[in-house]
């Protein structure tokens, strides 16, 4: 099959194509030697979760290309996207002497490619990114746009809390490259949590002009449950499209209307789901997934849309519906655990990065494909938002 490539339009000549097909790797090489000419050495930063054959496919394509390759790995964890690891990182690049026309690759999920996307933009004040993404939900969102950073914790009230990607700059790789073969290799809950991204972007595709992409994605639902190379290919380029068009006319999220924030549907929720210690699925794994967190905040923030009058119960049910069909959590276990009541959660929304300096500021859903981004809404809906997926009820006096 041939692959699918979308631009991702920038100004200033930065734009870059995002690639998504099978056998990609074996091109690596000389792709990243068209997009980055001067370049003569690669930093490959890959996921420890990586099969040893994506990296060995990956490092002989660039040395055929005449690179001279060297690696170096990551812990793809919440607690390793950190300063600790970003230091580690730049020790190695200097050691290195990788030169500011040298080029890093990313080779992993979206921690690793937020990680060494960082580390690219602070070395030398920087210098070039690949981004090979080997989970979906890097895929589809996570390697493309140029966002990068680490987590940071701190302590508050005597308890430590981890804000999420609370350090980090804009970065554009200079190239993304989405191999589908590597897919066949994922964890089925991985795979499953990148779904969640994939609804989130069928739910502000209008203003990318993309109406049916919710659409589409619940009618080819088994065959992207299979893997199916042509499918998942697809699934990826409409994705991209919609974030490439959302980024383009908002790269660094200026836009108080909504622009670039739209991406963040569910993510204030998300991330203090992630942030909280203990928290717990009802798996037998621990934990929780970057995107299962984010299938409970697209719940928790049409919850709080409908208690605000902007979509209705059915809205609510068709979304809840949708994250149920791909495998995705709908109700979070746990929080009892965690001595949070709905006003300490919105307390930790507010450390969220997108929150406005006078409240809480929260992208919300308004129908079918559209969205907005919304000022200081009241607090009872958003405590309806989070009671809504089993959290933050109000203990008894």
Same mark, same amino acid.
């Given at each position: 099959?041939?692959?699918? /490539?979308?631009?991702?339009?920038? $100004?200033?000549?930065?734009?870059?194509?995002?690639?998504?097909?099978?056998?990609?790797?074996?091109?690596?090489? *000389?792709?990243?030697?068209?997009?980055?000419? $001067?370049?003569? !050495?690669?930093?490959?930063?890959?996921?420890?979760?990586?099969?040893?054959?994506?990296?060995?496919?990956?490092?002989?394509?660039?040395?055929?290309?005449?690179?001279?390759?060297?690696?170096?790995?990551?812990?793809?964890?919440?607690?390793?996207?950190?300063?600790? %690891?970003?230091?580690?990182?730049?020790?190695?690049?200097?050691?290195?002497?990788?030169?500011?026309?040298?080029?890093?690759?990313?080779?992993?999920?979206?921690?690793?490619?937020?990680?060494?996307?960082?580390?690219?933009?602070?070395?030398?004040?920087?210098?070039?990114?690949?981004?090979?993404? %080997? %989970?979906?939900?890097?895929?589809?969102?996570?390697?493309?746009?140029?966002?990068?950073?680490?987590?940071?914790?701190?302590?508050?009230? &005597?308890?430590?809390?981890?804000?999420?990607?609370?350090?980090?700059?804009?970065?554009?790789?200079?190239?993304?490259?989405?191999?589908?073969?590597?897919?066949?290799?994922?964890?089925?809950?991985?795979?499953?949590?990148?779904?969640? *991204?994939?609804? !989130?972007?069928?739910?502000?595709? &209008?203003?990318?002009?993309?109406?049916?992409?919710?659409?589409?994605?619940?009618?080819?639902?088994?065959?992207?449950?299979?893997?199916?190379?042509?499918?998942?290919?697809?699934?990826?380029?409409?994705?991209?499209?919609?974030?490439?068009?959302?980024?383009?006319?908002?790269?660094?999220?200026?836009?108080?209307?909504?622009?670039?924030?739209?991406?963040?549907?569910?993510? /204030?929720?998300?991330?203090?789901? *992630?942030?909280?210690?203990?928290?717990?699925?009802?798996?037998?794994?621990?934990?929780?997934?970057?995107?299962?967190?984010?299938?409970?905040?697209?719940?928790?923030?049409? !919850?709080?849309?409908?208690?605000?009058?902007?979509?209705?119960?059915?809205?609510?049910?068709?979304?809840?519906?949708?994250?149920?069909?791909?495998?995705?959590? /709908?109700?979070?276990?746990?929080?009892?655990?965690?001595?949070?009541?709905?006003?300490?959660?919105?307390?930790?929304?507010?450390?969220? !990065?997108?929150?406005?300096?006078?409240?809480?500021?929260?992208?919300?859903?308004? &129908?079918? &494909? /559209?969205?907005?981004?919304?000022?200081? $809404?009241?607090?009872?809906?958003?405590?309806?938002?989070?009671?809504?997926?089993?959290?933050?009820?109000?203990?008894?006096?």
């Amino acid at each position: 099959m041939s692959p699918e /490539t979308i631009r991702v339009a920038l $100004p200033g000549g930065r734009g870059y194509d995002v690639i998504a097909g099978t056998d990609l790797l074996a091109s690596l090489g *000389e792709r990243a030697r068209a997009a980055l000419p $001067p370049a003569s !050495k690669a930093a490959i930063v890959h996921d420890a979760g990586v099969p040893d054959t994506h990296l060995a496919r990956a490092r002989a394509s660039l040395e055929s290309a005449g690179f001279s390759v060297a690696s170096k790995t990551v812990r793809p964890s919440e607690r390793d996207k950190s300063l600790d %690891t970003l230091r580690s990182l730049l020790e190695w690049l200097a050691l290195e002497r990788l030169a500011r026309s040298d080029v890093v690759i990313a080779l992993g999920g979206g921690i690793v490619g937020d990680v060494a996307g960082f580390a690219a933009a602070s070395h030398r004040r920087g210098c070039g990114i690949v981004q090979c993404p %080997t %989970t979906l939900l890097a895929m589809v969102d996570a390697s493309v746009g140029g966002k990068t950073g680490v987590n940071l914790e701190i302590e508050r009230e &005597g308890r430590p809390q981890l804000l999420k990607n609370a350090v980090g700059a804009f970065h554009q790789p200079s190239l993304v490259l989405a191999d589908i073969d590597v897919l066949e290799s994922l964890d089925p809950r991985d795979f499953r949590a990148g779904l969640a *991204e994939c609804i !989130k972007h069928g739910m502000i595709a &209008g203003a990318a002009d993309d109406s049916d992409l919710s659409s589409w994605l619940d009618q080819n639902l088994a065959r992207i449950a299979q893997r199916e190379p042509e499918t998942l290919a697809r699934l990826v380029a409409r994705d991209v499209a919609v974030k490439a068009s959302i980024v383009a006319d908002d790269e660094k999220e200026t836009d108080p209307s909504g622009g670039r924030a739209l991406l963040n549907l569910g993510h /204030t929720f998300a991330h203090v789901i *992630e942030s909280i210690s203990g928290f717990d699925l009802g798996t037998r794994e621990p934990g929780v997934r970057h995107g299962e967190a984010v299938a409970l905040g697209l719940i928790a923030a049409s !919850k709080t849309a409908s208690e605000l009058g902007l979509v209705d119960r059915a809205f609510i049910e068709g979304v809840r519906a949708s994250l149920a069909a791909a495998g995705l959590p /709908t109700r979070s276990r746990g929080f009892e655990n965690a001595a949070l009541g709905p006003d300490a959660l919105i307390s930790r929304m507010l450390d969220d !990065k997108k929150s406005a300096d006078d409240g809480l500021r929260l992208v919300l859903p308004m &129908g079918p &494909g /559209t969205a907005r981004v919304l000022e200081s $809404p009241a607090l009872s809906a958003v405590h309806a938002g989070w009671e809504m997926i089993g959290a933050g009820a109000r203990s008894p006096d």
